[in-house]
């Protein structure tokens, strides 16, 4: 690759931690030697100290029958009694658990002692309606504490959930139903959203119905009543929560289960085909989400607040807001609604009302955040933040710097993690205590994680090259497979790599000077431009570092001459761009980019536009763009949170070379 396509590596700016959070840093460097060192002992080491194990494991890693890794498979533990019995056992039973904030202004807080009632309860309740160790339970609900219950719950009793995002589709559930084979649904009447009542329980309805799709595995619906809304009623089947909750006895002993007994499924999309469900299991994958938590985050059980504003229906929901957190005695905040209800600055208010000190957000929300102007939270006490996340999608060194000097006060650390729902918690991120932070990159495999950057062969590239991000060692919480189909298991994460053992991750990465890892998006997001490779990142980066753009996606268009052209689609900041007209701003913007990564990247066409396409989980949908680049007619749009989007985007100004 010539060195001119380098925009990302030329971030110069570098912040070592100040002397003050080395000093209390829960992470030190130490971690790194000892990982080194021996790295099952030290996986040994973490699940032991960070865990409560009903009978200890010996054996660390069973790696005989790869790829189908066991963790400390001889041991047996309880997950809710982890996140839950032995805090309140060791004294913490006061410490605030959850303080949850409804999106219309109502809150509940509640500590370690009552949560471990709540989720004793429904663990009875569930037991009551006959699901036994390993059956699958459908989780369905908005982000109010009913749904960390519901979770937690249905661990305690060795069954399985999978949580499916509050704004999926009937379809969606019924896929995901009938796949995992669910004997139960939890549902809400709704929730609310941007200031309006959200229904959910009318979709469980229509998933359900018999007339439409058949007979269902599903014997009962649990329905939470958030909205006081009119439902819908399926004698026999559906079930009010505070009806059962009412009569459910208090007392549950947490029974141990195996190590390897499964937790969870978590449906996320491939590439092609149906979704896939991923299979997480018990000891390994706490010990992942809590080693990580701690490390990253800097957690301080006494005295932090810590805040994920990712939905349980995503796998930082299920790993940072969940089984991360509660498995370390932490105080959290969650809320329900958007970021931007009733008004723009909802989550700064959030920060503010319970002096939240631990971040963790998706860049997307940030650059929404730049977009609507640094007057918003600067109208906010945002003083308690002390370290900031980021997670989803490479965070552009503007936004970083952005992100740090108004939400961090100029001062905070930036971890920004890389990880997948696959991967089950962080495999590469800054030790806040430890790295000198570099904006746009994620930097470092966590310790006792082994990460490499390959060429097509397997063979690690050098420093200052580009491949693809592998995972070269087992690690504890890996997923386990994928539900009911162990061959396209083996086909999507290990085939490329076969003769070599790695795990494929499908992101492209480049190693900079110092070894730093780059990440550089989705592999299926690299463009091949006459011969030469870009990354969709690299130049959505240079376009946002343009003072006129707020938010920008690069798609690969295909091209008679040049195979692949580079099509932009930018949002502008309406401040900095009003003196320009559209051609002007289109010109500027290809020069722009033309100058920070060379003539190749300069993009063919750009489409100045008012919204992008995204999933709900705030994905940008390239492959619906690419239609427009290539002007196709627009593709299945469903998954998309905004479905009129679209529409507005094939209207909007066009400006090519
Ligand atoms: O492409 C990477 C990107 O998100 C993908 C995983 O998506 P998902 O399973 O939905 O999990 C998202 C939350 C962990 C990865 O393959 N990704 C995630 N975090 C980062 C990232 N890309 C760059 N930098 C990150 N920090």
């Known amino acids: 690759m010539p060195d001119n396509i380098d925009n990302l590596l030329t971030e110069t700016r570098r912040f070592p931690p100040s002397t003050e959070f080395a000093a209390s840093a829960v992470a030190t460097g130490d971690l790194y030697d000892q990982a080194r060192a021996d790295r099952l002992g030290f996986w040994a080491a973490q699940a032991e100290g960070l865990l409560s194990w009903q009978k200890p494991f010996t054996e660390v890693l069973d790696w005989s029958d790869p790829p189908f890794a066991k963790w400390f498979a001889d041991g047996r533990l309880n997950v809710a009694y982890n996140c839950l019995d032995r805090h309140v056992d060791a004294g913490n039973g006061d410490r605030v658990a959850i303080h949850w904030e409804g999106e219309p202004g109502d809150s509940r807080t509640l500590t370690y002692t009552e949560l471990t009632a709540e ?52 379809e969606s559930i019924r896929a995901r139903v009938d796949d995992a084979g669910a ?17 959910l329980k009318p979709a469980v309805d229509e998933a359900l119905a018999v007339g439409t799709h058949g007979e269902t595995t599903v014997e009962h619906v649990v329905v939470v009543d958030r909205t006081h809304s009119d439902v819908e009623w399926t004698e026999g089947r559906d079930l009010w929560w505070h009806d059962l909750m009412a009569e459910a006895a208090q007392d549950h002993e947490a029974e141990g289960f195996e190590s390897e007994h499964p937790l969870f499924i978590l449906y996320t999309s491939g590439t092609t085909g149906k979704p896939k469900g991923i299979l997480h299991t018990s000891g390994g994958y706490l010990t992942g989400a809590a080693f990580s938590h701690r490390n990253v985050f800097d957690l301080k059980p006494e005295t932090d607040v810590y805040w994920s504003t990712a939905d349980i229906g ?6 940072y807001v969940v089984y991360g957190p509660l498995a370390n005695g932490a105080t959290q905040v969650i809320y329900e609604g958007t970021p931007d209800s009733p008004e723009p600055g909802r989550w700064w208010d959030v920060i503010e009302k319970y002096g939240v000190t631990l971040f963790y957000a998706a860049p997307t929300a940030i650059r929404g955040f730049m977009k609507a102007g640094r007057q918003i939270p600067a109208a906010r006490d945002l003083s308690s933040l002390r370290l900031l996340g980021s997670v989803g999608e490479p965070i552009n060194p503007e936004a970083w710097v952005w992100y740090r000097d108004v939400i961090g006060g100029g001062t905070t650390p930036i971890v920004d993690t890389w990880w997948q729902t696959e991967t089950g918690s962080i495999l590469i991120s800054a030790l806040p205590g430890v790295t000198t932070l570099k904006p746009g990159s994620a930097q470092v495999p966590l310790p006792g994680i082994s990460i490499d950057v390959v060429d097509e062969s397997g063979t690690p590239v050098e420093n200052g090259q580009g491949g693809l991000l592998v995972v070269t060692e087992p690690w504890p919480s890996m997923l386990r497979g994928i539900w009911g189909d162990p061959d396209r298991y083996r086909e999507t994460y290990w085939e490329k790599f076969a003769s070599k053992g790695f795990y494929f991750a499908g992101d492209g990465a480049r190693r900079d000077e110092d070894g730093d890892i780059w990440l550089l998006g989705r592999v299926d997001d690299v463009m091949n ?19 006129i753009v707020a938010e920008s996606a690069v798609v690969g268009a295909s091209d008679e001459t040049t195979g692949q052209a580079v099509v932009a689609f930018v949002i502008l900041r309406a401040s900095q761009a009003e003196s320009m007209t559209p051609d002007e701003a289109v010109k500027a913007l290809r020069d722009h980019v033309a100058h920070e990564i060379g003539a190749i990247a300069k993009p063919k066409t750009v489409f100045i536009v008012a919204e992008l396409p995204k999933t709900r989980s705030g994905k940008i949908m390239r492959r619906l763009l690419r239609d427009v680049a290539e002007g196709r007619e627009i593709g299945d749009t469903t998954t998309l949170a905004d479905t009129q989007v679209m529409s507005v985007i094939t209207d909007q100004h066009r400006g090519s070379q």
């Open 314 to 319: 995503w796998i930082t929901g299920h790993t």
């Open 183 to 199: 004997k139960v649904v939890i549902t809400a009447d709704g929730g609310w959203r941007k200031g309006a009542i959200s229904p």
């Open 119 to 170: 989720v004793k309860k429904a663990a009875n309740m569930l037991l009551g309606l006959g699901v036994r160790p390993g059956d699958r339970v459908v989780i369905y609900l908005p982000l109010i504490p009913e749904a960390v219950v519901s979770m937690l719950a249905v661990a305690r009793i060795g069954a399985v959930h999978s949580v499916v995002f509050g704004g999926f589709s009937a």
């Open 529 to 547: 431009v006459s011969g030469h490779r870009l990354s969709t990142a690299e130049i959505e980066s240079a376009l946002v570092s343009h003072p």
